[in-house]
């Protein structure tokens, strides 16, 4: 199969099962709950002060903030979509952590810009504690952004301990001459 559709299909997948799971929380929770509605499992009552479902809007970026920006946060969807279509096949197949981060955040971006375009906002409806609102996309925006600065992390150490096996490696070596 030729790489560049593997890789697509690899990202797509990631993206669509994001999108999918965002998608169909949302429409639960606007056809189940009335708007600022809330809801909780009676047996977990006991999490209602730190814990619950809440029907809620955003017409801004992730958990709440820039509110009345919906039309640069679409335009910006746009963007970020296109920017991690046209780099994701750039990405070498070994760095696993900058694809699943990618994935994620295509996922996320793509589920809030459906929801912008079709009902001109985003529902959100995870609340915990005093946290803002917020909703799968968001929540796999923000994982894939840690997702990538761990691997940046991690890479950075195996470089430096790569870096240092050559320089000892190289000091031996001119020892021994």
Do not use: C
Request: charged fraction near 15%.
């Amino acid at each position: 199969m030729n790489r560049y559709l593997r890789d697509y299909l690899t990202l797509w997948g990631l993206a669509g099962a994001i999108i999918a799971l965002d998608q169909w929380t949302k429409w639960l929770v606007r056809e189940n709950l009335p708007f600022q509605g809330t809801w909780l499992p009676e047996s977990l009552s006991w999490l209602s002060p730190y814990a619950r479902i809440v029907h809620w809007y955003n017409s801004g970026a992730a958990f709440g903030m820039f509110q009345n920006g919906n039309m640069v946060f679409t335009i910006l969807a746009f963007i970020v979509i296109a920017a991690i279509l046209f780099y994701y096949p750039q990405v070498d197949v070994s760095d696993w952590s900058l694809r699943l981060a990618m994935g994620m955040q295509l996922g996320g971006a793509t589920g809030n810009l459906i929801d912008r375009l079709l009902i001109g906002k985003v529902t959100d409806f995870v609340s915990v504690g005093t946290f803002p609102v917020f909703n799968v996309a968001d929540a796999s925006i923000s994982i894939g952004v840690v997702v990538l600065l761990l691997g940046v992390w991690i890479k950075e150490i195996n470089d430096k301990k790569k870096n240092n096996m050559i320089e000892e490696t190289e000091t031996n070596v001119e020892s021994s001459q």
